[in-house]
């Protein structure tokens, strides 16, 4: 039984007890210092929405259509790493909790379970998540195995070309070859529970079938030196879109220049993100950049949000800034970490009930109803001086 | 005897300790992240105020006319439900204390004590308060209710087509039915005086007259699934205005666009609201809505304003903004929790000491003699940063 | 010999510790929710100042004329009633400090030394306070007393109509007549040595040249209930205008409008002040009310500042908005209580050697070389957030 | 060996922990209320980065010209004063260290090591930093044993015609001559290894080849007191100008209009400082003033920035913001104190792999590749509330 979540913020808090701080701590931890993670979520509180009244709400329908597949509620799963971490079902109790809930589940291709393991397990849409890496034969046979395992999308993320400094993880020894420190590893079997999520070993299996521990180590700095690509341009896209029929999205753009560049080479989606402030500390809040290319995008492809989202009346902000629909990730492996499927089953359930109950006392029925009228002035900081100081 | 309280702060203070921590949460708390809540309060603390001196102030008129009823003091009580949680007496007490303060009373109809009851206590102007619910037969019963037990005005309420989330009432088991932790429990038995406020049990007395706790608890589902209503339209406002020939105010208007369709369907009044905060969370403040509002109506209906007042200052600050008064949810109850009837006299008689002060202070006379010449430049946010942490 | 103290905040730390809590707290208290008083500090904090460079700036004169009074420089000590309470020696050790710094001392007329006693002490130019109490005679005596005894100009204190509600006194029991709590008296006991500041007995001297405590008590209630009074107006200036040759100083004007009425009335000077945050609460900060002020009276009369003055750079920076000079109020009290005169000139000498030093460092080598151009753009609020919390 | 440090926060709380908290204090302090010192970190805080992505950034090249000079990164030694108080080798160690990174080591006038000792131990380019003192045959004897040992050019320190208030120092009693308090004793030998650095005693050397403490002291009095010259004016420039054929570069320009004398006295370039907020308190943010004096300049001068660079991307935003290099004061002498020349190695490493990182995520190059493009809008204050509070 999962324990009695009622928001992100306490699927968070339960996520916080129950992981290993080192793993808390990787999950929540953004780059240096954390300045891009706190904007994205103050972006959203800065934020007022504008309430209609008397607006007979009595039905409403939070379902979108996303390149033409309709999601239940326009909130998808974020392709994360290493989600085994997380919790034991790892992306196999994500796809299967997406297609409870009718949306989108993104595999990252540094996943721990395999492609067809995940298509297998799960009932709804998914889409397969990959890097630009140096030897494009790694990144056509995943290409390849996604499209043969029914997966509709490919989500390409561009803001990688190296990996941004996290320094919990440098703090904690979180790194490539792993160098727990003594409080760590005391920690670590503090955590008993979580010890076994270790069987089997979590590896890059996608790109490992079977591997060990030290196997995975040399995996990970495999991917780290050689594949990682800061050569990767346009031209990788032009390459991936005579190799994928279904859509392309691109993840990880924050200017309209960038974008720009993206319809020009023919994407399908654009996912506005700062990687969760994982990356660049110093780039804008993702909803503050969505504003700006939704502007210079005008609906030429579809726009999608990344970052930030804790709150269905995020979800709604978003979508009236010009998103189809927005990407969850460290909520996500909050509901796995506090009760694998079902948790993140609860964690959809809280974002949709909020974002239904928004619609009402907004008096909104479905997603097309809304607009930016429906975005107010915005607040001062000083609301937000004493909103839960931990809040990820 | 009520303790020595100088101000709302106090009796916030006072309230704290004499009731249970679920009641007092229950009141405090505001919707998801209180962001709302504490918009309100920063809304009035930014505020600047621009005196004039060495006018003659020696004789002041804090009284003002509404709907043609001459107030003491515009500072009027609002409707909450439930009051007697917060001290013995309830509704009955608060409209005492209204009367001997010449002020006007809102009951509640989610009330304790009947529209009978309360009319018979109170020497005063009294409004009574409903919701368009589902079922027209109940509202429309309690409105021929209030009308023959003499009430002067009909308050609709508009803004809760359906609960805000109130997490700190989720946290505590405050729900229907409940569900209390064994810390709310151990806390209540800690506070035996209010235990005595549960004799006789506290009902919905105006729907059931007499019931028992499960009744309340079975009645308390049956409005928030049966009754609530996020059907209700402004016909709901057309079919009152034949029923009910005194003066009806809308409340819970928060948009110029709002305003202008509560103006076109014959309403006299709108409270502009965000319900302290406990429904939209995303909601503006109520007093930047004021002025937004203000500018549209332009004078065709009074204005009152809830949300925030804690200092007679604020009701200076509304009433130069265009509100005719204000309402008072959380104080008048500290005031209830504080020293029953004679508490939330203090109350009132804090407010109107602040005011008269604030007027002399100012250098006016009486509120005909204010407008937005007397609102001076906006603070900056670091003003508040030591402010009272806990206030509400 | 007085303690090591190297700013007002250093003074102030003493004075915190020597003084027993209902005293301190006296002191450094503001109205309400001390919005006010913060933002007098604030205001200055968020000012830079542009420096030039390579200025030849071995000789500086700070020292300005004052209504043709030439000042060592333009820090004068602010009129506080019942100074005493912080040391021993009240107001003599505060004019004979002025005196020693050659600036002008102001007289309270609710000192505990009498006119002639402190005009006998002083070396130094003095200025003496009154209120515009309903009993001109009694006004009258004392401006034709302060003229007898050689006061060179006359402060008129026009924001005090009634006093602001100081609620940290409130709490103290620090009343007319005096409720002190049990904490207070504890406190009180535990300060041996403030406990002889009350031989003799802290009297309103000017009013009645000896008393008990009770008879003190009994003068507080007299003037706050029967002297004080929100008839006065403008008339009143006119008629000390027909009664004083000398200059008039109106005290507490914070708005360009009222700044003209003083003007048209034929004062001398103005004090721009919020009355360092005792009054009005929602009153503009001091310095940003001068800018103001500044622009609207163009000189036709000297300015004054006073509210916020911690540094140097502060009577700086309100020199290049416009003021002649700045008052001090708390900082001399924080002076008295660390060591009587000598406590006082050292405040006088720290923020002397702060702006000789902000000259150097600004290349400026007196008042009449400051104007606007020294001033830049204003901080935001974050460089403020960890300023020394408890700064008055 | 170098404990390990991640980041330049890691390096200073390494030093906090080695040094007596006296040092400590000295180092990290600014002046009064170090409102200028927060200012120069939030400034960079405050501004975004712009990324583009998918450009091929597998070849970088983080070299710039500096004077005709290509230096590896646009990270340079700032001059400070008595640097051996943080570490045994001192400038010694700074200037191998510099060389070692293939960038400028700036060696203070105030050093405890000789021109000839540093230009001995250095493999790099060298600069050397005078002030204006009163006597010019002291500065000339400096200026001409600088050209002597091969220094390259001159940093002119224009903004110390005294020295700031340094609250920390006063109140730890680190003044000219010492008045260590009892703690500050009791702590220091709580640091044996760092009363080794005081053996050979500390001095001033290149004034005083061979001094005792007691000579030092006399000696720090001596340019404090007959050295110090707030008569200096733009003829001293005009002076050297003569005396030096090299490039002269004026530090602690502030605004456009100094900027402009600099120019028409032929300075070859400028660093905008506010000395690291240690002369005037009220001083706008270093990187504030870059953007106005940039523009001001246009070019014809080369500019460099000095003051809150605690992180590589903090370089590539003053260089879009029209610097050529930036120097660093305080992150030094944290490697000083960390672990001596690797300690130093250490810190350039730092920031030289944050650089390169943070241009791969940005999508460039080089230096040359920013503009003002790159910089993206401000953010507001609230996402700094959480950031490291000991941040210096």
Redesign the interface.
């Known amino acids: 039984m999962i324990p009695a979540m009622?928001?992100i913020n306490d699927a968070r808090e339960v996520a916080r007890r129950r992981l290993p701080h080192v793993i808390y701590e990787f999950i929540i931890g953004g780059a240096?210092?954390?300045?891009a993670l706190?904007?994205n979520l103050?972006a959203f509180?800065?934020?007022?929405?504008?309430?209609?009244?008397?607006?007979?709400?009595?039905v409403r329908d939070l379902s979108v259509s996303v390149f033409g597949t309709r999601i239940a509620l326009p909130v998808m799963i974020a392709p994360t790493g290493l989600a085994r971490l997380a919790g034991r079902e790892g992306d196999i109790a994500g796809a299967r909790a997406a297609g409870r809930n009718k949306t989108i589940f993104t595999l990252s291709c540094m996943s721990s379970h395999t492609i067809e393991e995940v298509a297998h397990a799960s009932s709804g849409p998914l889409w397969f998540q990959v890097y630009?890496w140096r030897h494009r034969e790694v990144v056509e046979s995943l290409v390849v195995r996604a499209k043969a395992a029914g997966f509709q999308a490919l989500v390409v993320t561009?803001?990688v070309?190296?990996n941004?400094?996290r320094?919990r993880d440098?703090?904690n020894g979180f790194v490539v070859p792993p160098r727990p420190t003594l409080h760590t590893a005391v920690d670590i079997l503090r955590h008993p529970r979580w010890v076994l999520t270790l069987r089997p070993p979590i590896t890059f299996k996608n790109l490992a079938p079977a591997a060990s521990p030290q196997q995975t180590i040399a995996h990970a700095k495999y991917f780290n030196e050689v594949l990682s690509?800061?050569?990767?341009?346009?031209r990788?896209?032009d390459w991936l879109r005579d190799l994928w029929q279904g859509p392309i999205i691109?993840k990880?753009?924050?200017?309209p220049?960038?974008a720009e560049?993206a319809v020009a080479h023919g994407v399908d989606g654009i996912i506005v993100s700062n990687h969760g402030g994982r990356?660049?500390?110093?780039?804008?809040a993702s909803l503050?950049a969505l504003r700006d290319v939704a502007e210079a995008v005008h609906g030429r492809v579809e726009l999608f949000l990344d970052g930030g989202v804790r709150?269905g009346?995020d979800v709604i902000?978003a979508a009236a800034l010009g998103a189809k629909a927005c990407l969850i990730g460290r909520p996500w492996l909050y509901g796995l970490a506090s009760g694998g499927e079902d948790g993140v089953v609860r964690i959809l359930e809280i974002l949709r009930e909020?974002i239904d109950?928004?619609f009402?006392?907004?008096?909104r029925r479905s997603f097309t109803d809304l607009d930016r009228s429906v975005v107010?002035?915005s607040?001062?900081?000083?609301?937000?001086?004493?909103?839960?100081?931990h809040q990820r």
């Not at 690509?229 to 346009?234: G, K, L, V």
């Not at 990880?252 to 200017?255: A, D, F, V």
């Open positions: 009622s928001s240096e210092d954390e300045q706190r904007a103050h509180q800065r934020l007022t929405l504008r309430p209609r009244v008397l607006v007979d709400v009595s630009l561009v803001d070309p190296i941004g400094k320094e440098l703090r690509n800061p050569a990767a341009t346009w990788e896209i691109v990880g753009i924050l200017t220049e960038a560049e990356q660049l500390d110093a780039a804008p503050d709150r009346s902000k909020e109950r928004t009402i006392l907004l008096g107010g002035s607040r001062n900081g000083e609301e937000l001086a004493h909103a839960t100081p």
